[in-house]
């Protein structure tokens, strides 16, 4: 039983482009949240996707956006790249959209130069 | 130079003692808290959790310790070994107004296992 999967796991990005992460949850999860993880921080949540519509925000711009399909999987883009966008983006599924354990992904370490 | 973010709170153990891990939380309407580690290049993992209503609660070689009146959560590990040398991280939230997987996560510790 596969467990959380994101791709890619490395990207490098230049200021101002934009960029799409994808994840595919573990199995039988149907909920999906994204976390940003910048160097020594703990990480800070997006948003979360629940019968593929955005269910709850963090303080995040509108230059964060994302989806959800019907097999469950999920997509965060970002626009407009900023410098401070790098960090590791987690992607994180569960059972429910408001209980049940979360399950991390390793995670897409992204960069912008 | 040097980034602030970089310098996590370290502890260092010696292999086979027990391990403290603390953390406050911000928010006194929080319900549900769960311990994380995370190894280098890995996500988060969950070790253990516990409710509100519960002021202890016990896993295998771990214990959670809630102090609400404080906003103060501990993590205990018995017996430490050098595969629990990671980054620990409390994590808050409320179950009961919706915010289930809307983690509000701490800080961290970064715990080092000394052989």
């Known amino acids: 039983d596969a467990g959380v999967t994101q791709s890619p796991t490395h990207l490098i990005k230049t200021r101002g482009q934009q960029v799409t992460l994808r994840c595919s949850p573990k199995s039988g999860h149907d909920t999906v949240s994204w976390y940003q993880q910048a160097l020594g921080q703990g990480p800070q949540f997006i948003f979360q996707?629940?019968?593929?519509?955005?269910?709850q925000r963090g303080n995040f711009p509108d230059r964060f956006s994302g989806h959800q399909f019907p097999n469950y999987s999920s997509e965060l883009n970002v626009n407009a790249l900023l410098l401070g966008d790098s960090a590791l983006y987690l992607c994180?599924?569960?059972?429910?959209?408001?209980?049940?354990?979360?399950?991390f992904g390793p995670g897409t370490r992204l960069t912008v130069t | 130079g040097e980034s602030v973010g970089l310098h996590l709170p370290t502890l260092s153990v010696q292999e086979g003692d027990n391990s403290i891990i603390n953390c406050a939380y911000s928010?006194?309407?929080?319900?549900?808290f769960i311990w994380y580690k995370q190894e280098s290049g890995k996500g988060p993992q969950f070790i253990i959790d516990?409710?509100?209503?519960?002021d202890k609660r016990q896993g295998q070689r771990v214990t959670v310790l809630l102090n609400k009146t404080v906003k103060h959560l501990s993590l205990q590990i018995a017996a430490t070994q050098p595969g629990d040398s990671a980054v620990y991280f409390c994590?808050?939230?409320?179950?009961?107004?919706?915010?289930?997987?809307?983690?509000?996560f701490g800080t961290g510790t970064q715990l080092k296992v000394e052989l």
């Open positions: 996707y629940y019968e593929e519509e955005e269910r």
């Open positions: 928010n006194s309407a929080s319900d549900y």
């Open positions: 994180a599924s569960s059972a429910g959209a408001g209980l049940g354990e979360q399950y």
């Open positions: 994590a808050e939230t409320n179950i009961l107004t919706g915010g289930g997987n809307k983690l509000t």
């Open positions: 516990i409710r509100s209503n519960m």
